[in-house]
């Protein structure tokens, strides 16, 4: 880490539980640090999602669903029962594998969290979606387009406008979920480009099952490995000197 | 070798025959339904061609004079849905998104016990009415609302009752439609992505606010649906409201009035009905069918476009 | 994007409060309904049992007025008119039934014959009951149990017509291709295999067409009416029946004896279909969890 980057959210000793008796997280321990692009890879069914989705508490969703041990961001552990979970949602954002746009027009996909957080008025909010959408690197695109439903976009943009609604809360942290999977490759690239961009005013953790898109974005990786974190460094290691064998062999394509 | 011919001929007709049997069978279906249109179109005849459309408002009753008027039961029957939609729609919609998060084992046996109200059969819901719910709301629920809560002051809404009537009727139906309504939401909920509620609840937003801003709107088509089909239960409800709308052919006044549906007077008057009055049964039963023709149609077509199931199982 | 000041912010505690609030009326709303049903069943069972006896069940009807009448003719009654509605409708239902699921998926007639089916579920029985008094009662000149029959086999057909290419449906693929491939016909292979196969789900449909016509009354206005005889002229004769048996003591007349009859009636009526509707949950849970 660097001298000059704080952290983020910092995680000791997470497990996570399917219902009891099925653990999917082993003691997981990791430094987000601000303002900086972490991937997270590792082979399928590993815990990258699992691990995300303790961030913003959205497994909380689900009966039976646990997770233990501490998670801070900005020094106050989230997982704790006093935590105001809508505030955390608001603070963390997500963006999930396939674009979920609302249904409704676009403007009102990317009010929606303003309205839903603030009391703004109206000008306020038709200002700040202008930015957002600028933000999202998708307002040139749908500027005539605001009155359309979010639905008649195309998939690329419609995962941009999520990422709009997402920037809209105004939160610190994005979370990212495999974003481009369900995307054209031109679109992926265009999102690839928005992400390095959003490194500026938000921290972004991105789970990815292409590698080339860790190397490529991140500035930090985590390699994930049937529930536990086997390593995490700058991205440039990772990828050029692994010093975990495991590692190594991912990397490599010896599994996945 | 001709044996072996003989046994590949005969499964071929046998299946012909069979097909036709079945495709006959379900060409059954529509046949019924143009044969309710054209029987209640012919049967009815002679009261159109004697009062014309007039009929449809006119409120006179008098089967010696042979004076009779649609309206009373037509504006019964569209009051008694219209307040049994309004009472039930909203319970409906709480239950279905309660029931869908519920825990497991609760929830199943609420689902099952909310059900079991649609099972129970209309004459037991009149039996339940008469003997029980008249009093009840005579005694204590009418006046309560009318002089307690000073309802009794809003022009339409009644101030003394005998306990039978519109108000009466519409709370039965309203029961009676609630279960239906909330199985079809039921479905409609559950067919939510749950990828679309992770997003609204990712963004900060409660239960109810998803919901309310995401869920319904997804599913406004399926809802609608279900509205449609608790519609058409409530339009041609007879048992139950026979038993409690006081069965007096006119237009209703206020909710305490007593007065008729379509369906009500046609379960009155058919022991004595012949000539005239036959054909104005006929004629009520057609715009019964009518209404209840365009509200399935309607249901059916929202939830076509849904696939959502029609909650009736 | 500038920060939003705090004093922008919509209070958390009012959004939680009025989530809280809807989840409470959600299960006070459920209470309620779930009150109401057991009210209800528990009124039938409290009015009805303190009458049903042996004598009760065995005696026939008497006219008003007179002691001591019991419900047996009705209850004969609506045995014979149901078993008259099961045997005309269930078998075009099923034909039908077989039909689509077959021979027509995802044919136009097909869809035609779904959404005519599904409409037609919807009709108001009042309707039906009215349509069988044109076509039958009337040109018979008279009432009769066969005309109750024919009324409730209509309300029957379309569901059992639906459940029926539901359940068939769900039969994989491959049991047919392998019934066909043997050289099995396309009648044969629907019929004996393809039926036996969803046995279980077709008896639980028509068990629930039953169940809903069982406590129908409004169409039997209209075409069985009712009677103190014992069913014995049920092709020419009003036939006397549970469901309007229950109307006529709890609306025509004024004698206590013929009310309290009529929650005995009611009480029968309701366990009968209760009693349908809950094996069939059953047994639709069974063969599910079976699998």
Not at chain 1, 65 to 88: C, H, K, T, Y
Not at chain 1, 153 to 174: E, Y
Not at chain 2, 279 to 292: E, I, K, T
């Amino acid at each position: 880490m660097d001298a000059d980057e704080k952290i983020k959210i910092s995680v000791r000793n997470l497990d996570f539980f399917y219902g009891k008796g099925h653990q999917a997280l082993f003691g997981n321990t990791i430094d987000i640090p601000e303002h900086r692009i972490t991937a997270v890879i590792g082979p399928s069914g590993c815990g990258k999602s699992t691990h995300l989705r303790v961030y913003n508490r959205i497994f909380e969703l689900y009966r039976g669903q646990s997770a233990e041990g501490e998670v801070r961001i900005d020094g106050e552990n989230i997982l704790a029962p006093e935590v105001d979970v809508l505030e955390l949602r608001r603070k963390v954002g997500m963006i999930f594998q396939k674009p979920t746009p609302f249904p409704m027009s676009v403007f009102d996909n990317v009010a929606y969290p303003m309205r839903l957080h603030f009391k703004l008025s109206k000008s306020e909010i038709a200002e700040r979606v202008e930015l957002a959408l600028q933000g999202a690197s998708l307002w040139d695109e749908v500027k005539d387009k605001l009155k359309k439903s979010g639905l008649a976009l195309s998939g690329g943009q419609q995962q941009r406008l999520c990422i709009a609604r997402a920037i809209a809360a105004q939160p610190d942290i994005l979370l990212m979920d495999e974003p481009t999977s369900a995307v054209d490759p031109v679109a992926t690239l265009k999102i690839e480009d928005l992400v390095l961009q959003l490194r500026e005013h938000f921290t972004v953790v991105i789970v990815t099952h292409n590698m080339q898109q860790a190397s490529r974005v991140s500035d930090y990786t985590a390699f994930f490995y049937k529930g536990k974190i086997v390593e995490f460094d700058k991205t440039e290691k990772i990828f050029t000197n692994p010093s975990q064998k495991k590692t190594e062999e991912y990397i490599t394509g010896r599994f996945g | 070798m001709t044996n072996n011919l003989k046994s590949i001929i005969n499964p071929a007709r046998s299946d012909r025959l069979f097909r036709i049997a079945a495709g006959g069978s379900a060409i059954l279906v529509v046949a019924l339904l143009a044969a309710l249109l054209i029987q209640l179109g012919v049967g009815s005849a002679p009261a159109w061609r004697k009062f014309g459309l007039g009929f449809l408002i006119g409120t006179g009753w008098d089967p010696v004079a042979n004076v009779y008027g649609a309206l009373p039961s037509i504006a019964g029957t569209l009051l008694t849905t219209a307040l049994a939609l309004i009472i039930a729609i909203p319970p409906a919609f709480v239950t279905a998104l309660w029931l869908v998060d519920a825990p497991p084992g609760i929830g199943e046996v609420l689902s099952q016990a909310l059900d079991l109200l649609a099972a129970i059969p209309s004459v037991i819901y009149g039996m339940w009415g008469l003997f029980i719910l008249v009093p009840l709301m005579q005694n204590r629920i009418q006046p309560f609302l009318s002089d307690t809560l000073h309802l009794g002051k809003i022009p339409f809404f009644g101030e003394y009752g005998n306990g039978f009537g519109f108000l009466t009727a519409s709370l039965i139906l309203a029961l009676m439609i609630l279960p239906y309504m909330s199985a079809v939401m039921r479905n409609v909920f559950q067919m939510t992505p749950s990828m679309l509620r992770e997003s609204a609840f990712g963004i900060g937003c409660t239960r109810w606010e998803t919901a309310k801003d995401i869920v319904m709107r997804y599913g406004i088509r399926g809802l609608l649906g279900g509205i449609f089909i608790g519609l058409g239960r409530a339009l041609g409800e007879t048992m139950a409201v026979l038993f409690v709308i006081g069965n007096v052919t006119t237009v209703p006044k206020s909710l305490y009035d007593s007065g008729t549906t379509i369906a009500a007077t046609l379960a009155n008057n058919f022991g004595e009905a012949d000539g005239i009055m036959r054909a104005v049964l006929f004629a009520l039963g057609l715009v019964l069918l009518l209404l209840a023709l365009g509200v399935q149609v309607l249901a059916q077509y929202y939830l076509m476009m849904t696939g959502a199931k029609r909650g009736e199982q | 994007m500038t920060a939003i000041a705090p004093q922008k912010r919509r209070g958390l505690f009012r959004r939680k409060l009025t989530d809280r609030i809807v989840a409470v009326l959600s299960v006070l709303a459920l209470f309620i309904a779930v009150a109401g049903m057991i009210w209800i069943l528990y009124t039938v069972l409290a009015h009805g049992a303190s009458v049903l006896s042996w004598t009760f069940l065995s005696q026939p009807s008497k006219p008003y007025g007179v002691m001591n009448g019991g419900i047996a003719n009705a209850l004969l009654g609506t045995v014979a008119i149901t078993l008259g509605a099961t045997l005309i409708g269930i078998p075009p239902a099923l034909l039908g039934g077989i039909y689509l699921a077959e021979f027509a998926k995802g044919t136009r007639t097909g869809d035609v014959v779904r959404f005519a089916a599904n409409v037609m579920m919807g009709m108001p029985s009042v309707v039906v009951g009215l349509f069988v008094y044109a076509i039958l009662v009337v040109p018979m000149h008279g009432f009769s149990g066969l005309a109750g029959s024919v009324a409730l086999a209509i309300l029957m057909f379309p569901v059992v017509l639906r459940t029926t290419e539901d359940m068939l449906l769900m039969v994989p693929d491959s049991l047919r291709e392998s019934a066909l491939a043997l050289g099995c016909s396309r009648a044969r292979t629907a019929v004996r295999i393809i039926c036996r196969s969803a046995r279980s789900g077709l008896v639980t449909g028509i068990m629930l067409a039953v169940a809903r016509v069982s406590g129908e009354t409004a169409p039997l206005l209209f075409t069985a009416l009712w009677s103190d005889a014992w069913p014995t002229h049920y092709f020419s004769e009003p036939t006397a029946n549970l469901p309007v048996l229950v109307t006529e003591y709890a609306t025509n007349s004024p004698f206590e004896a013929q009310h309290a009859a009529g929650w005995g009636a009611a009480l029968v009526v309701t366990v009968m279909v209760l009693l349908l509707n809950i094996s069939t949950r059953i047994i639709f849970k069974e063969k599910h969890n079976g699998r």
